[in-house]
């Protein structure tokens, strides 16, 4: 029961992580129809970030995790300004390359102007440390993780619900172009969605430093993929279907991490990726995307 706790409690810990970074795509996706594969770099923004300011000997916790967070939000208003709103009304196929044109130039300037290598930072090691519940070793860096998730989307619903600017982004991912004619500007709306997206991808930053203790130029990748299956799985352009993929893969993960054999270890992902893959098949357009009649094919 004891172990059962432990995993369910990592489940939860991974889900959220993934439903913070799929929420922060599915965001734009829905306002803008753009899959920015360059969400993941803003993790690695905030990770340098913390050393720069580390390095400054500004080794507050707070002051290093502001500043993280600040800078994703900063460093993905600025991509939009400057890479994504030149190519907001191409082909959508125009807005993927331009994203992953974008990945590949950041992850390049941190190779050249800072390190191959990963750099350690120490600083976030206070938010993991053991709980020792009746029996049950638990890591705080689990709890925070999860409750702050919480905390997040609830006030992200909040602001979507309850401000004006958040009305206007519900009302533009329905029709972006009558939003437009009710004099809303356009440009405000996404602004503001690529800031919500770079706080999400901020918050999510802040717990995988902690957890890894380093950071490197391509350590968005991997988390901004699985991110993006989240959003396939849930439904893409649904915000309850970010957060429901991004809690589905993690316990998926954690599942096969307890299942397989020690032996089968190395093919977790694909074990889960498998598993992904079969739901696909069950809804092709994700858990919370209506059905819709295609008819047959000829």
């Given at each position: 029961m004891d172990y059962v706790i432990q995993q369910s409690l990592n489940a939860l810990s991974f889900g959220a992580e993934y439903a913070l970074l799929a929420l922060g795509l599915a965001i734009v996706f829905s306002i803008m129809g753009l899959v920015n594969f360059a969400h993941g770099d803003m993790i690695a923004v905030g990770g340098y970030t913390m050393v720069a300011f580390v390095a400054?000997?500004?080794?507050?916790?707070?002051?290093?995790?502001?500043?993280?967070?600040?800078?994703?939000?900063?460093?993905?208003?600025?991509?939009?300004?400057?890479?994504?709103?030149?190519?907001?009304?191409?082909?959508?196929?125009?807005?993927?390359?331009?994203?992953f044109g974008v990945s590949m130039v950041i992850?390049?300037?941190?190779?050249?102007?800072?390190?191959?290598?990963?750099?350690?930072?120490?600083?976030?090691?206070?938010?993991?440390?053991?709980?020792?519940?009746?029996?049950?070793?638990?890591?705080?860096?689990?709890?925070?993780?999860?409750?702050?998730?919480?905390?997040?989307?609830?006030?992200?619903?909040?602001?979507?619900?309850?401000?004006?600017?958040?009305?206007?982004?519900?009302?533009?991912s329905v029709d972006f172009e009558m939003v437009r004619l009710m004099g809303i500007k356009a440009n405000r709306v996404v602004a503001?969605?690529?800031?919500?997206?770079?706080?999400?991808?901020?918050?999510?930053?802040?717990?995988?430093?902690?957890?890894?203790?380093?950071?490197?130029?391509?350590?968005?990748?991997?988390?901004?993929?699985?991110?993006?299956?989240?959003?396939?799985?849930?439904?893409?352009?649904?915000?309850?279907?970010?957060v429901l993929g991004g809690f589905l893969l993690g316990a998926v993960e954690v599942g096969m991490l307890v299942i397989l054999p020690q032996s089968y270890g190395g093919m977790k992902d694909a074990f889960v990726f498998g598993i992904i893959a079969l739901i696909l098949v069950w809804r092709p357009d994700g858990i919370l995307t209506p059905p819709a009649e295609k008819g047959d094919k000829i």
């Open positions: 400054m000997t500004l080794g507050n916790p707070l002051i290093v995790i502001f500043a993280a967070v600040l800078m994703a939000v900063l460093a993905s208003v600025t991509l939009e300004r400057v890479a994504f709103r030149p190519v907001r009304y191409a082909d959508p196929t125009t807005g993927l390359l331009t994203a992850q390049n300037l941190f190779l050249l102007f800072v390190s191959p290598r990963p750099i350690a930072v120490t600083t976030l090691y206070f938010l993991d440390w053991p709980i020792d519940l009746g029996g049950i070793s638990i890591s705080s860096l689990q709890i925070f993780e999860t409750m702050t998730t919480v905390i997040a989307i609830t006030l992200l619903v909040l602001f979507l619900k309850r401000s004006t600017l958040g009305l206007a982004m519900r009302a533009a503001m969605a690529f800031a919500v997206s770079g706080l999400l991808a901020g918050i999510a930053c802040v717990f995988i430093m902690a957890r890894r203790g380093s950071v490197d130029p391509t350590m968005g990748f991997n988390p901004v993929l699985k991110a993006f299956v989240a959003c396939v799985v849930g439904g893409f352009g649904s915000l309850p279907g970010a």
